[in-house]
């Protein structure tokens, strides 16, 4: 793992972990960070040794959004933007349908595409000083990152509008009352516990870890019969596995299981 890069990458016991890596801007999401990380989203995705993926900041930061001073002297037109935009779609689509737990850990400040990148993770911790904002409104933008399409999965379609609308800063209490965020550790341990949580999955079933998010995926807008058809599918396919039978064997033995969440520590 590279410490010039403005964005680290690093794979250790089955955990990826990509560590924005710019604290002098904030972690800036410039082009930079933009190519890097499709690049490593794109090796996750192709690994099936990596059984989970961490999100984090370098420096007290997570990430503080687009490069505004870059994208003005860029001058962009509108199919210049549209070109901008469609050049994310793809790693984007490719994080936020991982088969694999992504967690990110978040630490400051996360504000327009940073905030966006928290929401793509399925558990994202915090840090008693985080601070969500999306942003985008301020500059007159919209919001980006797929914020459209997690966001209001999170905190429902009336809230979403308001935290768009406003582009307000949300505090780590208030984004946890709101489901924005899973748990709250102060700095020292914060990334640990995201880590700890990350591990515990290389003893899961990937193949049942893979069928619950697409089950979730779909589930907004699905119908009952839809999801219960899914659900039939998938445990079939899920209690061929060998992962299924070892769990069973454990349970009967009254061995320890090979996937359980971690406790918390205190914090």
Known sequence: MS?????????????????????????VFDAEVRERLADVVGQVRRDAGIRALV????????????DLRNIAAAGLDTAGWRHR??????????????????????DGAAAGAGFSLAM???FVLATPRAKFCMSFLKVGLVPDMAAFYTLPRIVGVQRAKELMLSARDVGAE?????????????????????????????GASPTAVSLIKRALEQAPGASLAA????????????????????????FLDKQALPFSWPAAAKS
């Open 227 to 250: 999801l219960v058809d899914a659900e039939v599918n998938a445990q079939a396919l899920a209690a061929a596995t060998p992962e299924h039978r070892e769990a069973v064997r454990c």
């Open 120 to 122: 793509m993770a399925d």
């Open 85 to 106: 935009m469609r050049s994310l779609h793809e790693w984007l689509h490719d994080l936020i349908t991982l088969d694999r737990p992504v967690i990110a850990a978040v």
């Open 55 to 66: 999100l984090t900041g370098a420096g007290g930061h997570f990430c503080s959004g687009g």
């Open 3 to 27: 410490g010039d890069s403005a964005l680290l990458f690093e794979v250790r016991d089955q955990v990826a972990t990509i560590t924005f890596n710019n604290p002098a801007k904030r972690n």
């Open 174 to 202: 208030e984004a946890l009352r709101l489901g924005l965020v899973m748990e709250l550790h102060a700095p020292e341990v914060l990334l640990d516990r995201a880590q700890a949580l990350a591990t515990s999955f290389v």
